[in-house]
Nanobody, 111 residues
Framework: QVQLVESGGGLVQPGGSLRLSCAAS????????MAWYRQPPEKERELVAL???????NYADSVKGRFTISRDNTKNTVYLQMNNLKPEDTAVYYC?????WGRGTQVTVSS
């Protein structure tokens, strides 16, 4: 059974950076698309970024040019590098693989 564990969240000032990691257990990680979602306070969960098995990427318009998704198949890990963070990026960030979700990691952008 696949399990996903996120890490790397925290409190950062506007303009700062964070890198989130998502470690996946199980087999065939390299053959699957992976995604990051986020859920701001009192809002619905939304797609932030996706990376395919062929390393194709797709981003929400709100994060284009600031966030970068990448993967290391040797470590079964997907990353989300977040630069120039804004207060509106404050949310719980979730890693997703198909129907499997991690527990989330809190990102708070505040001065």
């Amino acid at each position: 059974q696949v399990q996903l564990v996120e890490s790397g969240g925290g409190l950062v000032q506007p303009g700062g950076s964070l890198r989130l990691s998502c470690a996946a257990s199980g087999s065939f990680f390299s053959l699957r698309s992976m995604a990051w979602y986020r859920q701001p306070p009192e809002k619905e969960r939304e797609l932030v970024a996706l990376i395919t098995k062929g390393d194709g990427t797709n981003y929400a318009d709100s994060v284009k040019g600031r966030f970068t998704i990448s993967r290391d198949n040797t470590k079964n890990t997907v990353y989300l590098q977040m630069n120039n963070l804004k207060p509106e990026d404050t949310a719980v960030y979730y890693c997703n693989l198909g129907v499997v979700w991690g527990r989330g990691t809190q990102v708070t952008v505040s001065s």
